[in-house]
Structure formats: C-alpha cells, structure tokens
C-alpha cells in the first residue's frame, strides 16, 4: 500500500515475457475515428477525422491517427465475444457492483485487457499512416444527422461526415507482456490469437458508421518477436523474429 491506495495487481511485478508484434494494416474501407467535439470549432465539416500533429525529417505534419485505445475496445469486444461463446465468464465493464468484485477476482478478459485493479497485458499503441503526409486522403459524405441520446436517425437533418479514403498503410504495434501466447492450455493466449487471426484474415471494423461497412481494418503483413530473461539477459527468442502468418497457423 502506498498513500493508502493498493498498487496495482498486474502482471508487471515481474519479467516474463514480451511480444513485440509489427505490422502494416490497411483500411479496405472509408474510415471515420472522430474527434472530440471541442476540438470541432474550426472544423468546415460537421464530423472530422482525428488527427495529429507530428514531426518528420525534420517538418510538422498533420496526419490522421487511430488512438490505440480504439483498437483495443475492438480487440478486447471481439475477445470477450469469443470467451463467452466458449463458456467464459465475463464481467460487463458498465456494472459498477460487479466491477468491486473484478479488481480482486477478475474475468479472463480483464486478466488480459486489464482494468481498474489490474495493469494489461496487452498494450496497443497509436496508429498512424506508413507515409508522409499526403494530400487528398479524406474524403467527405453527406449522412442523417444521429440523434444524440436516442441513437435514432433524425431525418430531414443532415450532416458531413469526414473519412479517411481506403487504400492508407499504417504502422500498427502491440506489445504482450506476461502472457504466453504459444502455451497450448492457455484459452487467454488462444482467444487473444484468434482475435489476431480475425484481423490478419478478415479485418476488423473500427471508428464510426460500421453499419455502412466503414472502417474494415485489415492486417496485412507483420512479425512477431519474443523476448524472455535468460540469466539475467534480456533475449530475443525467435532469431531476428517469426512472419506473423506463419507463427499464427499453428494455434
Ligand atoms: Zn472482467
């Protein structure tokens, strides 16, 4: 206990292991990741795509950005989808009681995604094109305004809609720490593969406006590296890294 507040629960007091995974992803789809609304105020269309301001060789650039945190709530939705169909136990996140008793007794998919008592296992970093900047990736569509508390179309009101065009590279980056994904036994390291596997084989939808088939985030090629202590020796296990594909079949 520090200041009264216990210390996380997590995976992290000690080195086990650690997958470092890297892949380019495309977006077979138009993609819309929104921006918070006080960031609107400038904007000349109604729903612009979130971007970020970085530096490259040297100049800022605006690209857009899928925060890792988008990702993730897929990553993890799909995960549970897969636990409960297998007869897993899985807390609802919204249910405050139930959340008391997860910090100490937690579901297989915060064992992994982690949550209020427990660090992830999983961590999914932003995501942001391949290239330099470019003009001309978005492109705007006219839709029905979304009532806002009722989630119901409000016809008559329309508004604009910003999306990223499909075709863009990205640079995607998970890291897995503590979890070993080639253990046979384990359903967390299964379930978290077949998400992977769903990504790698089909896409996986993300941002806005899905029911329209926005957002069909594929995986397209990457590796996978291992790291494990040996001695007191931080070690790459797989020799330079394993093709993701090919280090996916098996499971
Ligand atoms: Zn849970």
């Given at each position: 206990?520090?200041?009264?507040?216990?210390?996380?629960?997590?995976?992290?007091?000690?080195?086990?292991?650690?997958?470092v995974i890297k892949g380019i992803a495309v977006n077979r789809?138009?993609?819309?990741?929104?921006?918070?609304?006080?960031?609107?105020?400038?904007?000349?269309?109604?729903?612009?795509?979130?971007?970020?301001?970085?530096?490259?060789?040297?100049?800022?650039?605006?690209?857009?950005?899928i925060?890792?945190?988008?990702i993730?709530?897929?990553?993890?939705?799909?995960?549970?989808?897969?636990?409960?169909?297998?007869?897993?136990?899985?807390?609802?996140?919204?249910?405050?009681?139930?959340?008391?008793?997860?910090?100490?007794?937690?579901?297989?998919?915060?064992?992994?995604?982690?949550?209020?008592?427990?660090?992830?296992?999983?961590?999914?970093f932003?995501v942001m094109p391949v290239e330099?900047?470019?003009?001309?990736?978005?492109?705007?569509?006219?839709?029905?305004?979304?009532?806002?508390?009722?989630?119901?179309?409000?016809?008559?009101?329309?508004?604009?809609?910003?999306?990223?065009?499909p075709g863009l590279k990205w640079n995607v980056e998970i890291?897995?720490?503590?979890?070993?994904?080639?253990?046979?036994?384990?359903?967390?390291?299964?379930?978290?593969?077949?998400?992977l596997?769903?990504f790698m084989?089909?896409g996986l939808?993300?941002?806005?406006?899905?029911?329209?088939?926005?957002?069909?985030f594929t995986l397209v090629d990457g590796t996978v590296?291992?790291?494990?202590?040996?001695?007191?020796?931080?070690?790459?296990?797989?020799?330079?890294g394993?093709k993701l594909s090919?280090?996916?079949?098996?499971?």
């Amino acid at each position: 206990m520090i200041g009264g507040v216990k210390l996380l629960n997590g995976p992290f007091s000690e080195f086990k292991n650690l997958y470092v995974i890297k892949g380019i992803a495309v977006n077979r789809t138009i993609l819309h990741i929104g921006t918070p609304e006080t960031a609107q105020l400038e904007a000349t269309v109604d729903n612009p795509v979130l971007r970020l301001r970085m530096i490259r060789d040297g100049r800022v650039v605006e690209v857009p950005v899928i925060p890792g945190s988008s990702i993730k709530g897929v990553f993890r939705s799909f995960f549970e989808k897969i636990a409960r169909s297998s007869g897993e136990r899985v807390c609802n996140i919204f249910d405050v009681e139930q959340q008391k008793e997860e910090k100490t007794n937690p579901c297989i998919a915060c064992r992994v995604f982690g949550n209020q008592g427990q660090a992830s296992r999983v961590h999914f970093f932003d995501v942001m094109p391949v290239e330099e900047s470019m003009s001309s990736l978005y492109t705007v569509r006219t839709g029905v305004s979304i009532d806002r508390f009722f989630g119901s179309q409000r016809p008559g009101l329309l508004r604009t809609d910003e999306y990223v065009i499909p075709g863009l590279k990205w640079n995607v980056e998970i890291r897995v720490f503590n979890l070993d994904l080639e253990d046979e036994n384990s359903k967390e390291a299964r379930f978290f593969k077949h998400v992977l596997k769903i990504f790698m084989e089909e896409g996986l939808q993300i941002g806005g406006r899905k029911s329209i088939g926005s957002g069909v985030f594929t995986l397209v090629d990457g590796t996978v590296k291992k790291f494990v202590l040996e001695n007191g020796e931080l070690k790459e296990v797989f020799g330079g890294g394993k093709k993701l594909s090919e280090w996916l079949s098996w499971g």
